[in-house]
T-cell receptor, first 115, second 115 residues
Framework: KAGVTQTPRYLIKTRGQQVTLSCSPI?????VSWYQQTPGQGLQFLFE???????NKGNFPGRFSGRQFSNSRSEMNVSTLELGDSALYLC??????????????FGPGTRLTVL | AQSVTQPDIHITVSEGASLELRCNYS??????LFWYVQSPGQGLQLLLK??????LVQGIKGFEAEFKRSQSSFNLRKPSVHWSDAAEYFC?????????????FGTGTRLQVTL
């Protein structure tokens, strides 16, 4: 079974631009979560989508948004990029995101650099 | 609010030596507990998890962890470290009774292995 895939792997943008990152979960997984990883703040939860609905949200400004499609693929969007948005963005999928046996599996990440 | 503390930012061990990485959590009840490993430029790989039952859990690559409720700890151990174990290790907690997708991570411990 293929793992979580993220595209693109690397991205360079300039301040003020917007960016869209894509995540394809493991086949059969319906929950997709996004995390931001920076040296200063570590790994922080952005949001989670399940059945095309945002189910959980972290403490990030409204410039960060996402969506999920009917095939469970997910995208996240960051508008009006700031230098501080430079980070590794990780996507994780799990079957349902609930219950004792659910586990998140992570993709390789998208490295975003904002100049 | 839940939190995870990994007191050791950086640990160096010799190949063949034993390893223990510390993790303490703060949470109102027993959470779901995880250890992930991240190699440079890669995503997170699940090493092991604890949901309930036996407090000593076995994971991949010869790792194990012990949940100690009285100490709010979930330390990761390996009897004999291999050079390929050099990576960054993250302890994480997920809320029991809710969506396990919203993980809270520690700041990580970087493991260096000397030959």
């Amino acid at each position: 079974k293929a793992g979580v895939t993220q595209t693109p792997r690397y991205l360079i943008k300039t301040r003020g631009q917007q960016v869209t990152l894509s995540c394809s979960p493991i086949s059969g997984h319906r929950s997709v979560s996004w995390y931001q990883q920076t040296p200063g703040q570590g790994l922080q939860f952005l949001f989670e989508y399940f059945s095309e609905t945002q189910r959980n949200k972290g403490n990030f400004p409204g410039r960060f948004s996402g969506r999920q499609f009917s095939n469970s693929r997910s995208e996240m969007n960051v508008s009006t990029l700031e230098l501080g948005d430079s980070a590794l963005y990780l996507c994780a999928s799990s079957p349902t995101g609930t219950g004792g046996s659910d586990t998140q599996y992570f993709g390789p990440g998208t490295r975003l650099t904002v100049l | 609010a839940q939190s995870v503390t990994q007191p050791d930012i950086h640990i160096t061990v010799s190949e063949g030596a034993s390893l223990e990485l510390r993790c303490n959590y703060s949470y109102g009840a027993t959470p779901y507990l995880f250890w992930y490993v991240q190699s440079p430029g890669q995503g997170l790989q699940l090493l092991l998890k604890y949901f309930s039952g036996d407090t000593l859990v076995q994971g991949i690559k010869g790792f194990e962890a012990e949940f100690k409720r009285s100490q709010s700890s979930f330390n990761l151990r390996k009897p004999s470290v291999h050079w390929s174990d050099a990576a960054e290790y993250f302890c994480a907690v997920g809320p029991k009774g809710g969506t396990a997708s919203k993980l809270t991570f520690g700041t990580g411990t970087r493991l260096q292995v000397t030959l």
